[in-house]
């Protein structure tokens, strides 16, 4: 397993190019399966997320070729001759469950492994079978696995979410498509994934209204058509590289952001003092003199404060001038970075959903743990202020979400490499 190795202190200056979306393209991949016509997706991420989706779609018959580096991707799905997402590759990644509603919608049958819980939280699929069902599908849970028929095709039907739920919106929305009549989803999340998955579906001939605003309007069509789409920058990459020089010092431009998809996360770096700019390159961060303020952060469903950036805004919180809370209101075990980065001196308390850290003046280099994609790049960006080294092991875990951060880190001046394991 390989290890990052990070010596901190020196400031960044340059420029970091932002990927496309991870989390807009493990929902816009399965939407292949509601066609039998080309799809193909420019912009895609170089991930290994991006990979164990491929194979998993390559399982169920779907060709997939892969262009310019990865950065391009044409699927067609002519003829599924599997339906049977299995365990094996489903377990190693959640979102595998997005290929549910569009095989059930497109072929009216499908077979998809419980994805069973990670990291962060248990994390049940409830929403999106009872979303599925709202619809007209029939599901039975057996051996681990959910057996999806829809005799006669999906209907169209209401479905109204207790609670946001990003993957349920994406697969009922996807399920939607397909379905005989008018679909409304109520309290649909309002990510710019899932409005970046309505457009690819509307230029494959969906009829989709009001993607943004939490209440989705579906007219089922009988077919849906090919697109070429190009993925949506990716926002958590772009807050996660923001605070790179938020914690070290120095002026680093991302290029491609838009702060149009992370406005409450910009809100909190104003806060805490830092300098951000949109300008026609991407957003310019800097950080000037004197120590970050400190802040309350609480993570909400979109338009609030994403709960993907909470373990990297909590690295710079450990320096500020003061006392900071963070309450993560999404899953119920997301501060498993917490501890880690108490090993480099940072001085916090979790009780429940709520972390409160005390600011020092600097953390100390240390050998880490990686725990989750999120919390694994926190240790990272936490090294790069810290005084001495910080070894990062199980940077598998980074690899899932970020490409080469070490290469595009390095790029604008971090002491950063990467040490292959055995
Ligand atoms: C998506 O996960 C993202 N993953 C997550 O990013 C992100 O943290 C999350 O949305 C919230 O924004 C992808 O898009 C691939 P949810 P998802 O359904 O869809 C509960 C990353 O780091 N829930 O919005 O799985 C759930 O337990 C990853 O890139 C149910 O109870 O998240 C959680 O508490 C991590 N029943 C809350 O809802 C369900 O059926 C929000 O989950 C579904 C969810």
């Keep these: 397993m390989d290890s990052i190795v990070v010596t901190g202190g020196t400031p960044l200056s340059g420029d970091i190019p932002i990927a496309g979306a991870k989390n807009a393209c493990l929902t816009l991949m399965p939407a292949t ?3 039998d016509a080309p799809l193909t997706l420019t912009n895609a991420p170089r991930l290994s997320d991006i990979a164990t989706m491929t194979t998993l779609l390559r399982s169920l018959g779907t060709e997939i070729t892969s262009m310019q580096e990865g950065r391009v991707l044409t699927l067609s799905s002519h003829a599924l001759d599997n339906h049977v ?12 469950i997005l290929v549910l509603g569009p095989m059930l919608a497109r072929d009216g049958h499908a077979t998809v492994s419980l994805p069973g819980g990670c990291a962060i939280g248990a994390r049940p699929v409830d929403l999106h079978l009872t979303a599925l069902e709202a619809l007209g599908a029939k599901l039975e849970l057996r051996d681990g696995y959910v057996h999806a028929t829809a005799p006669g095709g999906l209907r169209g039907g209401k479905v109204t979410f207790p609670l946001v739920s ?7 929305l996807m399920a ?3 379905a005989k009549g008018t679909t409304v989803i109520e309290n649909a999340a309002r990510e710019p994934e899932i409005v970046d998955l309505a457009r690819c579906l509307r230029r494959m001939g969906a009829r ?12 089922g069509v009988d077919r849906l058509d090919g697109a070429t789409h190009p993925v949506v920058a990716d926002r958590i990459e772009l807050g996660t590289y923001m605070l790179a020089p938020a914690i070290c ?7 491609g952001g838009d702060i149009g998809l992370i406005g409450a996360f910009c809100e909190k770096l104003d806060a805490a003092g830092i300098f951000v700019e949109q300008t026609d390159r991407g957003v310019h961060v800097a950080r000037r003199n004197g120590r970050v303020r400190a802040m309350d952060v609480e993570t909400r ?3 609030g404060f994403p709960t993907d950036l909470q373990a ?3 690295a710079l919180l450990c320096t500020a001038d003061g006392t900071s809370t963070l309450h993560e209101t999404i899953f119920e075990n997301r501060f498993m970075h917490a501890p880690e980065l108490a090993r480099m001196g940072a001085r916090i308390e979790v009780h429940g959903g709520t972390a409160t850290v005390r600011g020092v003046e600097r953390l100390k280099g240390a050998p880490v743990m990686a725990t989750d994609l999120r919390a694994s790049v926190s240790l990272i960006l936490a090294g790069l202020a810290a005084e001495g080294e910080t070894l990062v092991n199980r940077v598998y875990h980074l690899d899932r979400g970020y490409e080469h951060v070490e290469q595009k880190l390095g790029a604008v001046g971090a002491r950063i490499e990467r040490v292959s394991g055995t």
């Design 33 to 35: 399966l509601l066609t």
């Design 85 to 96: 997402a299995d365990y094996d590759i489903v377990r190693k990644m959640r979102a595998s």
């Design 166 to 172: 990003v993957g349920a919106t994406e697969n009922v």
């Design 176 to 178: 939607a498509t397909l």
């Design 208 to 219: 989709i209204d009001g993607e943004a605003t939490g209440t989705i309007t579906v007219e």
């Design 249 to 255: 010092g120095g002026e680093v431009t991302c290029l």
């Design 301 to 303: 469903p979109f338009p």
């Design 312 to 314: 990297q805004i909590m």
